[in-house]
């Protein structure tokens, strides 16, 4: 039996050609190994290609005989580790299953991905991580909530690329070839274009380690920033009750409750605090916002209770209600 791209000789049971790599159809694969008695297709040389061959000029053709195919070429890319992928490869082609478990990629993810040249697919994952913590730290997410979940996705994507890290290699060795197939004009320049551009990538390892600094130094920013702000009024003390912090005096008075980074001008930085405290049977939904000066000194911007926004004197009542249980407060 003879594939019917290449026109190579292969086992009748091949489920693919281990010359050219393509999947065998069985209707053109009966085909004897003759040019002019099959359709020619995009990846098989012409007629006049072989005599090019003969000759040792290259004709027309964009897709141009080349002295190895396109499978052999791919192996030649792989470079180290070549004789792993070439059987996982098989493999799954003879199983028709993507699904083929890679430890290195497991284990080592991202670096696995720039050491296989894999940057595009790096570059996705790194900024998935970076907008998703954008929008959970501006959320108002806590800190140890956010380290949950990247570690929950994180280990998600670990075992896809495990998983599916070979198919995905391959899709990109096959992508690569074809285009270094496309652009040189003898078997010699090709195999110094693979050589060149092929095979893993130490350089592809401390791109992976400098694209994973940003994103820890972006995130660390956005941390200190939005949760030490925060961090600032929750520690922080009144003059008046320099013996508790306002996080103690709010938690012992509310029943629940939730702080919010809130941007500000240029001037000044903004927290929220939103609780609720029962109160004679009735639940009241109280918002208070806090203003940071330049100085990192805050204080009390407004206080709303179920939508009503407390005068100052009342502001004044609630605070000593809140920090001082021995004060009455009216508007209780």
């Known amino acids: 039996m003879f594939c019917s791209i290449c026109g190579e000789r292969i086992d009748a049971d091949s489920h693919f050609c281990v010359h050219c790599g393509h999947r065998v159809s069985r209707e053109g694969a009966k085909q004897p190994k003759n040019h002019h008695l099959r359709e020619e297709s995009s ?81 996705m994952i790194m900024g998935l991580f970076i907008v998703l913590d954008l929008v959970l730290i501006f959320s108002g997410v806590r800190v140890d909530v956010l380290a949950y979940i990247n570690f929950g996705l994180g280990l998600v994507i670990w075992i896809l690329i495990g998983f599916y890290g070979n198919d995905l290699y391959r899709s990109n060795v096959e992508k690569n070839v074809r285009l270094m197939r496309n652009v040189v004009d003898t078997q010699s320049e090709k195999e110094a274009l693979i050589n060149e551009k092929g095979g893993p990538s130490m350089g592809g390892v401390f791109a ?41 005096a709010f938690n012992d008075f509310f029943d629940e409750g939730k702080w919010k980074y809130q941007k ?4 000044f930085k903004m927290v929220e605090y939103r609780g609720v405290k029962k109160f004679d049977g009735e639940d009241y939904n109280i918002k208070i916002d806090f203003i940071l000066d330049d100085d990192d ?36």
């Open 43 to 123: 990846n098989a040389p012409s007629m006049h290609n072989d005599m090019d061959r003969a000759s040792g000029q290259q004709g027309s053709d964009p897709n141009r005989f080349h002295g190895t195919s396109l499978y052999e070429d791919m192996i030649a890319y792989v470079g180290q580790n070549e004789n792993y992928y070439d059987q996982r490869w098989q493999y799954m082609e003879q199983t028709s299953n993507k699904r083929s478990w890679n430890f290195a990629a497991f284990f080592l993810s991202l670096f696995w991905l720039g050491y296989r040249r894999l940057f595009k697919e790096l570059f």
């Open 208 to 248: 992976a380690i400098g694209i994973f600094a940003v994103y820890f130094c972006i995130v660390y920013y956005l941390l200190f920033s939005v949760f030490g702000v925060v961090s600032q009024v929750k520690h922080g003390n009144l003059y008046d009750y320099p013996d508790v912090t306002v996080d103690e």
């Open 264 to 267: 500000g001008s240029s001037s």
């Open 297 to 332: 000194e805050f204080h009390f911007n407004r206080i709303v209770v179920d939508g009503d926004e407390l005068n100052d004197y009342e502001v004044q009542q609630f605070i000593e209600f809140v920090f001082d249980d021995s004060v009455g407060l009216e508007y209780w």
